[in-house]
Nanobody, 127 residues
Framework: QVQLVESGGGLVLPGGSLRLSCAAS????????IGWFRQAPGKEREGIFC????????YYADSVKGRFTISRDNAKKMVYLQMNSLKPEDTGVYYC????????????????????WGQGTQVTVSS
């Protein structure tokens, strides 16, 4: 069965960096759109970044613009989320998800567009 496994979370000081990894198994990565979502304590899960199947077009939330980047290694079946200049409000559980949609500006952040989900990795930004 398809598995997505996130790693790389942890505790980091404000202004610090982390790189999250999403390892995919039994899934053709280049045929799937991969999204990163996060859920902060007491809040709903939100989409923060997406890399489209095919052309690799990216979409991201305003809250992470200029600080986070996404990349994909199809051969290794890995997707990475590089997070720089982290802020306390970035704290939460981060999930990667895979879907078969070609995303658009109005759909990439919708959870129900994604079929497969990882178990999440905790990111805590605190001094």
């Amino acid at each position: 069965q398809v598995q997505l496994v996130e790693s790389g979370g942890g505790l980091v000081l404000p202004g610090g960096s982390l790189r999250l990894s999403c390892a995919a198994s039994r899934l053709a990565l280049n045929s799937h759109t991969i999204g990163w979502f996060r859920q902060a304590p007491g809040k709903e899960r939100e989409g923060i970044f997406c890399i489209s199947r095919g052309d690799g077009r990216t979409y991201y939330a305003d809250s992470v613009k200029g600080r986070f980047t996404i990349s994909r290694d199809n051969a290794k079946k890995m997707v990475y989320l590089q997070m720089n200049s982290l802020k306390p409000e970035d704290t939460g559980v981060y999930y990667c998800a895979a879907g078969i949609d070609y995303p658009s500006n109005s759909t990439w952040y919708l959870s129900d567009r994604y079929i497969y989900w990882g178990q999440g990795t905790q990111v805590t930004v605190s001094s």
